[in-house]
């Protein structure tokens, strides 16, 4: 595995890559490295997603799905009627995906989040939870996501950022520079994939630019916050139309 972060199709097999291999510890890492406190994020953003028309069941979208866990924690909803269609192009995160899947209504699809598999304006709403920034092509994949969305459909994106504190930010950085690609080191044995978070994450762009980037893809009514203390973002659009 290379030490940067690529551009293109070779960005795109590398991601692949990288996600296929660490598949098996990926859970165990996510709650570890983030002390579980991604559980929670996963679950504030399907609070904001909010309710479907009740009157008949909501297909919704988990783009970049990997182990499921945000189509899971939405499916898992008291009151969700519906069904959540998990697109991810590493099988082997769907495959660990599956296990957990326990009677909910998610269905996991191996597809491309540049190229997504489905006609236009099929889905009630999306989700997308660390996955955008891994796109080789941030804007191609919103314009997609744009164009499965019906109308009003509304987008959720949860995604590592850079916090805006000095403080906040100095020990973030630590931690991902230092901290974390040991770990992750230890426990996946994998060298790259640990390295190429911090990166990935220093090279998202801050959530303002993000949020134009959703308008011009086809998005309205864009929002954001923060949450614990800037370490992630959560990006909240409507399709426009
Ligand atoms: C950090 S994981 C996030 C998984 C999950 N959404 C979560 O909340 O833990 C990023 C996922 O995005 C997937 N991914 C990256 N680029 C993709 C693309 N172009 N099409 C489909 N999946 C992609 C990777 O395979 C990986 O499973």
């Not at 479907?52 to 970049?64: Q, S």
């Not at 939405?74 to 009151?79: D, E, H, V, W």
């Not at 590493?90 to 190229?115: F, I, N, Q, T, W």
């Not at 997504?116 to 941030?138: E, H, I, Q």
Request: charged share 25%; hydrophobic share 40%.
């Amino acid at each position: 595995m290379p030490n940067a972060v690529s551009t293109g199709r070779d960005r795109e097999r590398q991601v692949r890559r990288l996600f296929s291999e660490i598949a098996p510890r990926y859970d165990l890492l996510n709650h570890l490295l983030s002390l579980n406190v991604d559980r929670w994020w996963r679950r504030v953003a399907v609070d904001r997603l909010g309710s479907f028309d009740r009157g008949r069941e909501a297909r919704v979208l988990d783009a970049c799905a990997g182990t499921l866990d945000l189509g899971l924690e939405l499916a898992g909803r008291k009151g969700f009627r519906g069904n959540v269609v998990a697109v991810d192009f590493a099988y082997p995160m769907l495959a660990e995906g599956m296990r957990k899947v326990d009677g909910r209504s998610v269905h996991p699809v191996c597809g491309d989040g540049l190229r997504l598999p489905f006609p236009d304006a099929v889905f009630d709403g999306a989700v997308v939870g660390f996955g955008v920034r891994n796109l080789s092509d941030m804007d191609r994949g919103f314009r997609e996501l744009s164009r499965v969305l019906r109308p009003g459909g509304r987008l959720v994106i949860l995604e590592f950022t850079t916090p805006p504190g000095r403080l906040m930010k100095r020990l973030y950085l630590f931690y991902f520079h230092h901290i974390l690609p040991l770990v992750g080191r230890w426990t996946s044995g994998h060298e790259w994939a640990y390295t190429y978070l911090p990166e990935s994450v220093k090279e998202y762009p801050q959530p303002v630019e993000v949020a134009r980037r959703l308008g011009e893809a086809g998005f309205e009514g864009v929002s954001w916050s923060y949450l614990t203390g800037g370490i992630t973002a959560l990006h909240l659009a409507r399709r426009a139309g």
